[in-house]
């Protein structure tokens, strides 16, 4: 180191994921067994898409039903009349449950259905005789998914019209929607259009929020709510245009998720919050290092511009380098999460601000402990170039000057700063499988330097055990590394791993005697064990005192009279 730093299987797969049950892969014309009681299909038509429907849906067909001697009992299309009926419900006879939900809309099978799965040995006189084998022309024409969106009955999901793509709104995400209200006798409780709302903050009852999060964009359903997911046994007021609903009612609701707007917390504390107004082009985002272009307004939280970047006729837009301090902490890590085109809204804290201090921008003063607000649209980005677009010379270049930046990051105490770059060294020189033997010389060098490097930030941010996998690494490649001892046994110490923390020591102790770091670490150690042995042997001194107090016959009569009002008590 060039710098001294402070010294499953298929059916598990199926349970875990809840995917639907699928029925035989049939051709047209050829007829398999569904399950195990001798229920039989033949594929007459094939369905549209991959989806079939699942029990609790409404499903409607068109159907022929004979007897095996080709004797019809049955027929929707002599009524012209499709049959609908719940999925899985128990509506209709077994084989049916088991066999529709094995098909596609638009297909068309024919079923034969075993007497057990039918009408059983009684049968249905006078059209269905005593255990009789039916057969069933079917074609499934459309279904709506019913969904038990609560898991308790408590709010029934009836999909009216299918949404848009697959994303669904999240607790942040502010959304609008459209919605009706009804009672169970069809009395209008409430209706309104363009509501918007945040979803964990929820609007009118708990069960829009709830229903709200399973649906996609454009998607309109009609709920069914419970009481203890509307208003209880308290029920609601009359307020304004809304209706009053009595305690303990059943609600319709017709909800329409019209669009929303995704709000995501950009760092892990919820201090830097980024809402999505325009969505951006493709997927990729700029990396650490990018150079990205911007249209800029900063506000203060009472709507007043401190800042105005790239917005004015001819202007050039605001340029900056992530990761390279050039704006704040919540701007830099935002952008590293948006898109070309995107134009979001960012809530800034303090933090990640301008902090505790006034800061004077070019409209106006940053008063101190401000959160800000930054409408930031980019243009563009030019992204750092990444490992695998780099020959062996330009990855060990890249490398080494990643180390010498995390160097002066570390000595300017940017701690967590240094450790990225670090890592990101690393990175560049990781699979050197392919390097001539003289690159890979310099590869081992730079990973050695690097890691220890990174240990000791990890050390400084108190990350013992992120500080240990490092020093290990490095001794998988110098098993006789010092430094790379020295601070595992620092990190063990902290990790109140004593005795690995001593084996380090000691090896470090044998390659290099006269290592001052390495002995006054050794003196610490010493101190820890000598304190850790006296409260371990303070614990046990007291345990068994205790044990020798309990099983003394003064003790033990003491005992007795303690009970003895317990006993008087219990005669009383």
């Not at 902290?494 to 670490?521: G, T």
Request: proline letters at 4%.
């Amino acid at each position: 180191m060039d710098e001294d730093f402070d010294m499953p299987r298929v059916e598990e797969m199926n349970e875990d994921f809840d995917l639907p049950d699928e029925g035989p892969v049939l051709k047209v014309g050829e007829e398999k067994e569904i399950g195990h009681q001798g229920l039989k299909k033949k594929l007459l038509k094939e369905g549209e898409g991959w989806d079939t429907p699942n029990n609790g849906d409404e499903v409607e067909v068109h159907y022929t039903g004979t007897l095996l001697d080709g004797t019809q009992f049955d027929s929707s299309r002599d009524s012209g009349t499709p049959f609908k009926f719940t999925l899985g419900q128990g509506q209709v006879i077994k084989g049916w449950d088991e066999g529709i939900r094995t098909m596609k809309k638009g297909e068309s099978a024919l079923f034969t259905i075993p007497p057990a799965l039918a009408y059983g040995e009684s049968g249905s006189p006078p059209t269905i005789p005593p255990s009789a084998t039916l057969q069933f022309d079917v074609e499934l024409l459309s279904w709506t998914s019913v969904n038990d969106i609560s898991k308790d009955g408590g709010v029934i999901k009836k999909i009216l019209k299918e949404g848009e793509k697959w994303e669904n709104p999240k607790d942040l995400d502010e959304v609008i929607v459209n919605f009706e209200v009804q009672l169970e006798d069809k009395t209008l409780v409430a209706k309104s259009q363009d509501v918007e709302f945040t979803v964990k903050d929820g609007y009118f009852c708990p069960a829009i929020s709830k229903a709200v999060k399973t649906m996609k964009k454009g998607e309109k359903v009609l709920l069914t709510v419970k009481p203890q997911y509307g208003f209880g046994d308290q029920g609601k007021p009359a307020s304004g245009s809304e209706g009053a609903v009595p305690p303990n009612t059943t609600l319709h609701i017709t909800l329409e998720l019209v669009s929303w707007r995704t709000v995501s917390a950009v760092t892990d504390d919820k201090k830097v919050i980024k809402k999505i107004l325009k969505e951006g082009e493709g997927y990729e985002r700029p990396n650490e290092g990018a150079v990205v272009k911007l249209k800029l307004i900063g506000k203060l939280q009472d709507g007043k511009e401190f800042l105005k970047k790239g917005h004015a006729e001819g202007e050039d837009l605001f340029e900056f380098k992530t990761d390279e301090e050039q704006v704040i902490d919540g701007l830099d890590r935002a952008v590293l999460t948006m898109k070309k085109g995107e134009v979001a809204l960012l809530t800034i804290a303090p933090e990640y601000a301008f902090g505790s201090l006034e800061s004077q921008q070019e409209l106006a003063v940053v008063p101190p402990n401000s959160t800000v607000n930054y409408e930031v649209e980019l243009a563009s980005f030019e992204k750092d170039k990444e490992s695998w677009d780099m020959n062996t010379e330009e990855k060990i270049e890249a490398a080494g000057k990643k180390k010498e930046e995390g160097n002066a990051l570390f000595k300017a105490g940017k701690y967590v700063r240094a450790s990225k770059r670090y890592e990101k060294a690393v990175k560049y020189i990781d699979y050197d499988s392919s390097f001539s033997e003289e690159a890979k010389k310099q590869a081992k060098a730079l990973k050695v330097a690097c890691n220890l490097n990174d240990a000791a930030c990890k050390l400084k941010l108190k990350e013992y055990k992120q500080a240990e996998k490092l020093c290990s690494k490095v001794l998988e490649l110098e098993g006789r590394n010092v430094k790379a001892l020295y601070r595992r046994a620092q990190a063990y110490i902290q990790l109140a791993d004593l005795d690995l923390a001593e084996l380090d020591i000691k090896k470090a102790l044998e390659i290099d005697p006269n290592n001052r770091d390495v002995k006054l670490e050794h003196k610490t150690l010493k101190e820890k064990m000598k304190e850790y042995n006296k409260k371990e042997a303070k614990f046990y001194g007291n345990m068994f005192a205790k044990f020798t107090k309990s099983d003394s016959p003064d003790n033990n009569k003491a005992a007795d009279k303690d009970a003895e009002p317990m006993i008087v008590d219990s005669k009383a």
